[in-house]
């Protein structure tokens, strides 16, 4: 995919944005595969994602685009594997709530780190519009109910956010490594499924999909949220506009949780209401600024 131009920085922006929406499916299939452990979960989803991913290289520049450095590798997979490590890790010691909400900096971190991008300068209305989305989340999650924070949970907090921080320089470092096409997504997807699948091994009960349904919603994440969605961010994140994608990417929890309501997983409230209105606020306050 050869892009060049601000028609094709706005051309991938809106590739990026696709990543954003198949995120917001996520937690509407992972409460449709049953109890399948996380990081069983992750390998199968990723292993999908991978596959997939090469199946597309294989019709196209063919599976030589997996001859990259070292450092590409390490970028890759240390992203993808690193930020679910950490975030399984943050939910095993800390409430869900309290720990996705620090999670939830990354979109924060995404504008504040692209500051060191050669040709990016942050403007005040790209941190307004980051931290209008970031109340919207503390708003939805509040609505859900956060027990409070607690000095016993810090070593969670500290992996969420460490999480968030990992997940924010992963995405902001792959416009340095540009010349890496994003087909090699897949052998990062795969070395992220065999990273995962040691971890279930050594830390989790063999609980596999049962039924169609659950195996379905397995399928569905491969292909969707923990699959396409990989490769469309990487897109974004080389030739997009990196500040206005970090804001949008607040619209996430927003619409996984209207999706929620509409399936019935969850209940519309106040909270989820405004803070539909600050993330859109948010994002459009960045989207003035863009430039």
């Known amino acids: 995919m050869a892009m060049t131009g601000s028609s094709s920085s706005a051309a991938a922006t809106r590739i990026g944005l696709l990543a954003i929406a198949l995120w917001s499916t996520l937690a509407l299939f992972t409460a449709a595969t049953g109890q399948v452990p996380p ?7 990723f292993g999908i994602g991978g596959l997939v991913g ?15 450095p070292l450092s590409a590798w390490l970028h890759g997979v240390g992203g ?14 800390a409430p869900p709530a309290e720990a996705g909400l620090v999670n939830y900096l990354w979109p924060l971190l995404i504008v504040l780190l692209s500051a060191a991008l050669p040709g990016h300068r942050l403007r005040t209305a790209h941190v307004a519009g980051a931290l209008l989305g970031l109340c919207g989340v503390v708003l939805l999650l509040v609505g859900k109910g956060l027990s409070g924070f607690s000095a016993q ?33 897949a052998g990062f997807c795969l070395g992220t499924a065999a990273l995962s699948f040691l971890c279930h091994l050594a830390s989790e009960p063999a609980i596999w999909p049962a039924g169609l349904v659950e195996w379905g919603a397995v399928i569905a994440l491969g292909l969707g949220p923990v699959g396409a969605a990989f490769y469309a961010w990487d897109v974004g994140m080389k030739r997009g506009d990196v500040r206005f994608l970090g804001v949008a990417s607040y619209a996430a929890p927003v619409l996984s949780t209207l999706l929620l309501v509409a399936f019935g997983f969850a209940t519309a409230s106040w909270a989820l209401a405004l803070a539909c209105l600050l993330i859109v606020g948010g994002a459009g306050i960045a989207a003035r600024a863009r430039g």
């Open 39 to 45: 990081f069983l979960l992750t390998a199968l989803t």
């Open 80 to 93: 993808l594997f690193g930020y679910h490590f950490l975030y399984f890790t943050a939910l095993k010691l």
């Open 153 to 185: 949970a810090a070593p969670g907090y500290a992996a969420a956010f460490a999480a968030a921080f990992i997940w924010a320089a992963y995405s902001v470092a792959s416009r340095r490594f540009g010349q890496v096409p994003t087909e090699a997504v």
């Open 54 to 68: 090469l199946l597309a290289a294989l019709r196209g520049p063919g599976l030589g685009v997996l001859r990259q």
